[in-house]
């Protein structure tokens, strides 16, 4: 079993930038892909950006390529999102999930999911 805790969202005017963590409870957690998802009010979820289990491979939605980077330390069994140049348009519940994934955009193969942090990004 992998427990997920996000932190790090918060309030953040257009341009600016916020790092996201995902810490994970439990020792299998290095051998998961990790992804991120958002969910805007009324929106369907999104997928943002995913990291393999070692770290060699990453994959952004075109929505966030060249402003979010995603990257993780298995030491310390956490997954980063550093977000830059944030617009409104990025206002949601920012989610961490991981699993023995296929594919690292596809969204309904993650078994593990955090609670969620808000991001709001004024203009």
């Known amino acids: 079993q992998v427990q997920l805790v996000e932190s790090g969202g918060g309030l953040v005017q257009a341009g600016g930038s916020l790092r996201l963590s995902c810490a994970a409870s439990?020792?299998?957690?290095?051998?998961?892909?990790t992804g991120w998802v958002r969910q805007a009010p009324g929106k369907e979820r999104e997928f943002v950006a995913a990291i393999s289990w070692s770290g060699g491979i990453a994959y952004s939605a075109d929505s966030v390529k060249g402003r979010f980077t995603i990257s993780r330390d298995n030491a310390k069994n956490t997954v980063y999102l550093q977000m830059n140049s944030l617009k409104p348009e990025d206002t949601a519940v920012y989610y961490c999930?991981?699993?023995?994934?296929?594919?690292?955009?596809?969204?309904?193969?993650?078994?593990?999911w955090g609670q969620g942090t808000q991001v709001t990004v004024s203009s």
């Open positions: 999930a991981a699993g023995r994934v296929g594919v690292l955009y596809n969204i309904a193969e993650y078994e593990y």
């Open positions: 439990g020792r299998t957690f290095s051998v998961f892909a």
